[in-house]
């Protein structure tokens, strides 16, 4: 979870769908659901860099499939 963060707050895309699930589903903190590697990092280039979440999940290759943020 600590390399997802470091590349948010770094702003580095291209490695960062390397992370994530093609179909990775992100809940926001304010319950907006994204799907889709290329919905998350769209969201995400807009938007502060998120904490850790309340919960994620990562698939047998070690990429992100669920991302839930923490609400608030």
């Not at 291209?14 to 659901?33: C, K, M, S």
């Not at 994204?34 to 990092?41: C, D």
Request: aromatic share 6%; glycine share 8%; charged share 30%.
């Amino acid at each position: 979870m600590g390399n997802i963060l470091t590349l948010i707050e770094r702003r580095d895309w291209a490695r960062l769908e390397r992370f994530l699930a093609p179909d990775v589903h992100w809940t926001t903190g304010i319950e907006e659901q994204l799907r889709g590697s290329t919905e998350v990092i769209a969201t995400l280039q807009d938007d502060p860099v998120p904490g850790p979440p309340a919960f994620h999940e990562v698939d047998a290759q070690g990429r992100l499939t669920r991302w839930i943020d923490k609400v608030g």
